[in-house]
């Protein structure tokens, strides 16, 4: 398999920890020149410092909020300016859980300038720099409700099917110039997402964190959380040439706790 990423020029969003900063980490071995973005200039300038650098790249970092839009897209346009961006993850924290009947209508809005609007402004700004290079890899983490709805994350569960939809709408527009459009859809995952969704399931339930752990994982056949890792490792083939004809699909990377077919 063609793996070499060498020469490609990699934004990854929400870098500074978990899923994306183990992504970042998956490219930069496999070659990629990484910026990082995320809210933290010191956590990003901790984690820059620590990438591998086997094809001797430069890394660097960049601060935006992905919920400033207009802060966001003058964040990479000056990264595009500097150099084109060949491959996108587009990754961001996820709301608080709670009902979706229960939510504030500007619950809703927050979450979807920050997920749905944060994702076009990144979209517009670096697709000329892959359509130049007639080679672009867009990898959206997402999440399994997706595909089958969580309970108690109506925000997310909503916002979440919304980046579904806009990813595979323009994973047919943009193919032709090389582009391809992907999700990840991690599951049960050990970082401070999960840790964070544990504590909010004892305060409002009263038990234990290890009984929480073994509830949830009693729906994952493999028994186990997963590792950002694990998830790393499939976005980062998504964006090598061996995956060039995979094209608009939403991979789960959750132990088979997802049941539908598609």
Not at 38 to 67: E, I
């Amino acid at each position: 398999m063609e793996l070499d990423l060498t020469g490609r020029h990699a934004l990854v969003c929400g870098a500074s920890q978990g899923i994306g900063r183990a992504t970042a980490h998956e490219l930069a071995l496999l070659g990629v020149t990484v910026t990082a973005l995320a809210r933290s200039d010191t956590a990003l300038a901790n984690m820059v410092a620590a990438l591998p650098r086997p094809a001797g790249q430069k890394h660097d970092h960049a601060v935006a909020d992905m919920g400033d839009t207009e802060g966001l897209r003058a964040v990479v346009q000056a990264i595009v300016a500097a150099a084109p961006v060949h491959i996108l993850i587009n990754n961001s924290g996820g709301p608080p859980g709670g009902p979706a009947h229960a939510a504030s209508t500007e619950a809703y809005a927050d979450v979807f300038r920050q997920h749905l609007i944060g994702g076009q402004v990144l979209i517009t700004t670096v697709l000329p720099g892959m359509r130049a290079a007639h080679f672009g890899r867009v990898v959206n983490i997402i999440s399994t409700s997706v595909k089958e709805p969580l309970a108690n994350l109506g925000v997310s569960n909503t916002v979440r099917a919304a980046v579904a939809g806009w990813a595979k709408t323009l994973a047919g527009e943009i193919a032709a110039d090389g582009i391809t459009v992907n999700n990840v859809l991690p599951g049960y995952t050990r970082t401070q997402r999960l840790a964070g969704l544990v504590e909010a399931s004892q305060r409002s339930t009263g038990k234990d964190a290890s009984e929480i752990e073994r509830g949830m994982l009693a729906h994952v056949p493999a028994g186990r959380f997963g590792e950002a890792s694990e998830v790393a490792a499939v976005a980062a083939f998504l964006c090598t040439p061996a995956a060039a004809y995979v094209n608009g699909v939403s991979i789960a990377v959750d132990g088979g706790r997802t049941r539908s077919l598609s």
